[in-house]
């Protein structure tokens, strides 16, 4: 079945960097868009960023020039590079495919919390 493993939060300052990392298995991962997502407290959850199949990529305005996606094929892992990071970054991070597919089979992994301090 479906699984997505997210791993590499932690706490940092507000300045600093973290990588985060999605094993995936499951499914075929070579040639699903994927997506990096993120929820805060007391906030809805949120797409940050997203990654085709090919490597095209797209981010949210909030991150756009400060976090890099990118995914490894040959390892069914995806990446986030998360640069400059702020106070308001701080939330548990998820992967998963696009919104909708996501939506429509309702599963998502345990996530990663990152917390920003200043």
């Known amino acids: 079945q479906v699984q997505l493993v997210e791993s590499g939060g932690g706490l940092v300052q507000a300045g600093g960097s973290l990588r985060l990392s999605c094993a995936a298995s499951?499914?075929?991962?070579?040639?699903?868009?994927m997506g990096w997502y993120r929820q805060a407290p007391g906030k809805q959850r949120e797409l940050v960023a997203t990654?085709?199949?090919?490597?095209?990529?797209s981010y949210a305005d909030s991150v756009k020039g400060r976090f890099t996606i990118s995914r490894d094929n040959a390892k069914s892992t995806m990446y986030l590079q998360m640069n400059s990071l702020k106070r308001e970054d701080t939330a548990v991070y998820y992967c998963?495919?696009?919104?909708?597919?996501?939506?429509?089979?309702?599963?998502w992994g345990q996530g990663t919390q990152v917390t920003v301090s200043s």
């Open positions: 998963n495919r696009d919104p909708e597919t996501a939506r429509r089979l309702g599963y």
């Open positions: 499951g499914f075929i991962f070579s040639i699903t868009f």
């Open positions: 990654i085709t199949s090919a490597g095209y990529t």
